[in-house]
């Protein structure tokens, strides 16, 4: 016999043996079959997670830093208009509408904020 045909015929041999050990066992008629043992959960573990990252100052308070930035963005462009006015230059919509402006500004800081922070 070739080594291929003694492989395989070793490796059937072995299936045989084991089907017949396994599931060919013989028992009493009277034997009451003991219930399965159930080791642990029937769906595989899941994998570790990575600690959560810990969010920064500005992740853990986005309504602060909203507000925050709009009252820098509010006191950025009151100081701009009145260098503008000073030199007689026109003002932009932001500039004359500086409270708006840094409420919009606070809104949207804040949004992002939570929008991208998980």
Known sequence: MHTMNKTIAAIMAVFAFASFTTFGSVQPANAQAAPPV???????????????????????HPTGTGVVAGMATHHALKVSAARKKRNHQRLSWAERHPTLTGIGAGLATRHVIKKNTH
């Open 38 to 60: 159930v080791s642990g959960p029937a769906y595989p573990a899941a994998a570790p997670t990575p600690p959560a990252k810990r969010h920064n100052l500005i992740q853990r």
